[in-house]
DNA sequence: GTGGTCTAGACCACA
DNA sequence: GTGGTCTAGACCACA
């Protein structure tokens, strides 16, 4: 069994550097934002964290970070080994 | 990919306290002379935050603000997590 | 004004490791079976996080790690730019 | 502290697969003869596990396994976070 | 081939 | 002088 999913190739939107704000909670509401205006839609997945890391300039780290925060808004699911997906509209 | 990069282990000169003039100031001068003299080379790592406080003597946060006027002038270049980067000489 | 806390020095129990086990939860635990034995009391201080991270052979990210465990449990309070403190035995 | 280590770039030697034998037993014994040789001398890193993957053409668990082996006959020490280093040689 | 943990060590924010 | 963020890149666990 296999389902087809979306997968995001870049960022919809360009992200513009707030110094005063940390970049994971920047990258969190960038994502969120996404969510919000359906360009990430319910069930697609996320790109992997490399990808992701690299289309911010970030490390993974600061990936890893900004998933929590959108796991704790309840917007993404991580499943560990497969990858992390839309849980719904913000 | 690395680079090896050339980085400070102590201060090239001595430094003498003018009573009169902000310490911060006298810092980011030092070192300013540092990088036109080319004991600081392009693309060289300043010392660490703390190895600076150190050797000049005072709080970590006097050091930031001597990096802010080094940043102001253009001399060097701040890259979070990594370190504090020779720009091009004064 | 300024108050009296005591400092935890070195570890009270030796841990062992268990490599099924993260070592960030294994810390967690370590540091709360000190506080359920009252080796660390109520407000005591923890310490310091790089001295946690060298008692344990760890980075320091590992030990915030296990903090935020702590802190979820209940069993901490995190003061930014003050220390972390006991809040009462498990 | 800082250490400057060595660190294997490519495969010292081409590896015939023989269809009979594991292939994490051949890549095993592959590096051993490496070592043996000098060819990755006492304190030198091996390559990233993703990067001997590609270069022997299997998933990384394949690699994961290898290595195993080299750390039971005592020839490489794995530090976490850090690399996969040579002890002695066979 | 994903996300998770971990390192060593940088600068940042707060008190 | 504390804890927090962040990097670059290592190995680990899961599917």
């Not at 707030?18 to 994502?31: F, G, L, S």
């Not at 969510?35 to 319910?42: A, N, R």
Request: charged letters at 25%.
């Amino acid at each position: 069994m296999s389902t087809l999913i979306y997968v995001a190739d870049e960022l919809a939107y360009p992200i513009d550097w707030d110094p005063t704000e940390y970049r994971y909670v920047q990258i969190a509401n960038h994502i969120e934002k996404q969510i919000q205006d359906g360009v990430l839609t319910e069930g697609a997945a996320l790109p992997a964290v490399p990808a992701l890391a690299e289309e911010y300039g970030v490390a993974r780290m600061t990936i890893k970070r900004a998933v929590e925060i959108l796991v704790e808004r309840g917007l993404v699911t991580v499943l560990r080994g497969r990858g992390t997906f839309v849980r719904r509209r913000g």
